[in-house]
């Protein structure tokens, strides 16, 4: 057991503040929480009550059927325990936050998952300034690096345009909250015809109107099994759990894609198999992972998901900042 004054501390339901009393994206259901964005590893079910932003609010009322949390507008600072909180965006997906801590003149900040690049699907990015930064290093590794999004949205829409022409559907894989909303934003200077997407898409898709953005025209891909014949050159958005072998029965000569960031390496390293993939990410690539650590001028950092031990080694040795990976971590049994 390891008792720090820290503000936040780790545990074995993640990150906790004694001082507060509350958990921030605990793996587990606790008492409260604060959640920084909708997908699933970060918003568990069942916690007795959480504070998040509006957004995220609209996007966990469908995800969790769970509407029992305290929504806040971007930047309004409350208190709990004494702490003083506020959410700040983080880029990642629709309503997605930095949850900003202060306490005693420090200054905490948790990235959650964010991303600097443009994304016409959610709040951009906003720096936090801090002394202590937690953060995510899905992608930290230099081979990460993004190319400008609207490339590869040119890229998709070649792609698809080269499948119609062969009379093949183009059947995209992509998240359900996030991935997919930015791919259809990024589509929609190129749409001519409704793009089919999975239901869970489409529930997504409701809440970021309700936000307003806006979104091209889609049809609901339970519609699809209805016409006859199956039509032909259409582009159709679905997450991987979508595909199911009665949808790929229905869809008639077609190819897959995925998007996402992964895609770099996969595809570097030309693996062959039934996707070919298309390489777009919600997540900061390392040159803004680097660049975000150095501009909140923070002297520590936490470092948490993904390449957290070599990652956080880089920070200490090249760029001098006290970091430690999640997992060197000592739990502290309060909370
Ligand atoms: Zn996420
Ligand atoms: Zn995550």
Not at 224 to 240: A, V
Request: glycine residues 8%; contains cysteine.
């Amino acid at each position: 057991m390891c008792i720090t004054s820290d503000l936040l501390v780790k545990t074995s339901k993640g990150i906790y503040c004694p001082k507060g009393d509350f958990y921030i994206d605990p793996v587990r259901a606790v008492k409260l929480a604060l959640i920084s964005h909708g997908h699933a590893d970060h918003a568990k079910s069942g916690h007795g009550h959480f504070h998040c932003t509006d957004a995220t609010g609209t996007i966990l009322d469908r995800r969790l059927n769970q509407s029992d949390c305290t929504t806040h507008a971007w930047e309004e600072s409350f208190e709990i325990g004494g702490v003083k909180i506020s959410f700040h965006p983080a880029g990642h997906v629709l309503g997605s936050a930095q949850i900003r801590l202060e306490s005693e003149g420090k200054v905490w900040v948790f990235s959650g998952d964010y991303k600097r690049q443009a994304d016409s699907s959610c709040e951009p990015f906003r720096l936090v300034p801090c002394d202590v930064f937690i953060t995510e290093a899905t992608f930290a590794l230099p081979v990460y690096q993004w190319k400008n999004p609207e490339e590869v949205f040119t890229e998709i829409h070649e792609w698809v345009t080269q499948n119609q022409k062969q009379n093949l559907n183009s059947v995209l894989l992509a998240y359900s909250l996030g991935k997919a909303q930015r791919l259809l934003t990024g589509l929609l200077p190129y749409q001519k015809e409704p793009i089919w997407v999975h239901k869970s898409i489409e529930e997504m898709n409701q809440c970021y109107s309700k936000h307003g953005v806006q979104l091209p025209l889609t049809s609901p891909i339970k519609e699809w099994k209805k016409l006859s014949p199956y039509p032909t050159g259409q582009l159709i958005i679905l997450p991987q759990a979508g595909l199911t072998d009665d949808l790929v029965d229905r869809l008639g000569p077609h190819r897959i894609a995925s998007a996402s960031g992964w895609n770099m390496v996969q595809n570097a390293k030309k693996r062959v198999g039934p996707t070919n993939g298309f390489v777009v990410s919600d997540h900061v690539d390392w040159p803004d992972l680097v660049q975000t650590i150095r501009e909140t001028g923070a002297k520590r950092v936490w470092v948490t998901h993904g390449q957290n031990r070599s990652f956080a080694r880089y920070l200490r040795e090249c760029e001098g900042v006290d970091a430690i990976a999640w997992e060197d971590l000592e739990n502290d049994a309060r909370g």
